[in-house]
């Protein structure tokens, strides 16, 4: 291995998160680790990623918003009203301020893994697509095709987590932050000029 110490994280990541988010999280590492297997990006960075994705996500929702006020990162209005989506931001801050990740693309894909956005990097798109497919999810419509998909084509398989995803969030009346839907266009475009 590399620069990181991988196990010393995994030790301390566990006293912050409750026992199923561990389970989901060491799924998602080893989801991305063979995503970058299959892809030729770093395997080292998409472990770290997929490691600390979550780690802030058992942080209390009142709790992430006064963490995020603290240190000055920003709020939008639907992550005031739906403060669970902030874990993902406050995420990659505390990987940086707690875990001393520094490397900005590892941090940048534990922030965009929840949103997405438009031209994610390799590892950003790894990280986006493990959280989705990792082994303990079942719930999720189309995955079968979308995990079949993650290791033939990642955009494709992008696409198509985004629109479950938004189709999911518009029945269940829930808040859509605006950056997953001008990601899903964008991944849309991309997809259909890939056709065409």
């Not at 620069?3 to 030790?11: E, L, R, S």
């Not at 990623?49 to 006020?69: F, Q, R, T, V, Y």
């Not at 189709?167 to 991309?190: G, H, I, P």
Request: glycine share 4%; charged share 30%; with cysteine.
């Amino acid at each position: 291995m590399g620069d990181y110490n991988i196990i010393k994280m995994q030790k301390k990541l566990k006293k912050y998160i409750d026992e199923m988010r561990f389970h989901h999280t060491m799924g998602v590492m080893y989801t991305a680790a063979s995503l970058a297997m299959r892809y030729g990006a770093d395997m080292e960075k998409a472990q770290v990623a997929g490691l600390l994705h979550d780690c802030a996500k058992c942080i209390p929702n009142a709790k992430k918003l006064k963490l995020c006020h603290q240190n000055n990162i920003s709020v939008s209005d639907v992550e005031r009203k739906s403060p669970y989506l902030l874990h993902a931001r406050l995420g990659a801050y505390i990987a940086k301020e707690k875990y001393h990740i520094h490397d900005p693309e590892i941090l940048s894909a534990i922030e965009y893994h929840t949103t997405g956005k438009a031209g994610m990097t390799l590892l950003e798109e790894i990280i986006f697509i493990a959280d989705y497919i990792e082994p303990m999810r079942s719930k999720a419509s189309n995955l079968p095709e979308i995990r079949a998909m993650a290791f033939q084509d990642i955009d494709r398989a992008v696409y198509m987590t985004m629109r479950d995803t938004i189709e999911y969030l518009k029945e269940e009346k829930s808040c859509l932050d605006n950056q997953t839907v001008v990601a899903y266009n964008y991944y849309k475009e991309l997809v259909e000029k890939k056709e065409a």
